[in-house]
């Protein structure tokens, strides 16, 4: 038997996926020549998550997700931290 505490965190880390999943399916593009910088993210993900009934996540939090979904994070010297391949929607 799987112990009750490893269910519980695969159970949390499929649920954490699914919010992410869900916000980049509502207010995010996906394609490899756009980006958003990584305070934009956070301020629109914390936004939606509000309005959504959703975990609130840290900035690194939110930071290891987008990762983990194999989006690149740079820094510019124009615009700071960015995320590469995920993009705003216009109407988010």
């Not at 009750?4 to 593009?29: I, K, M, N, P, Q």
């Not at 959504?52 to 983990?68: D, I, T, V, W, Y």
Request: glycine share 8%; net charge negative; aromatic share 8%.
């Amino acid at each position: 038997a799987i112990p009750s505490l490893v269910e519980r965190a695969t159970a949390d880390y499929r649920e954490e996926s699914d919010v992410l999943a869900l916000f980049v399916a509502d207010c995010c593009v996906e394609e490899a020549h756009v980006y958003a910088t990584a305070s934009a993210l956070q301020s629109l993900y914390a936004h939606w998550a509000s309005h959504n009934g959703a975990e609130m996540l840290s900035p690194q939090a939110l930071g290891r997700k987008l990762a983990g979904r194999g989006f690149v994070q740079k820094r510019t010297n124009a615009e700071g931290r960015i995320w590469v391949g995920i993009g705003i929607k216009s109407d988010a």
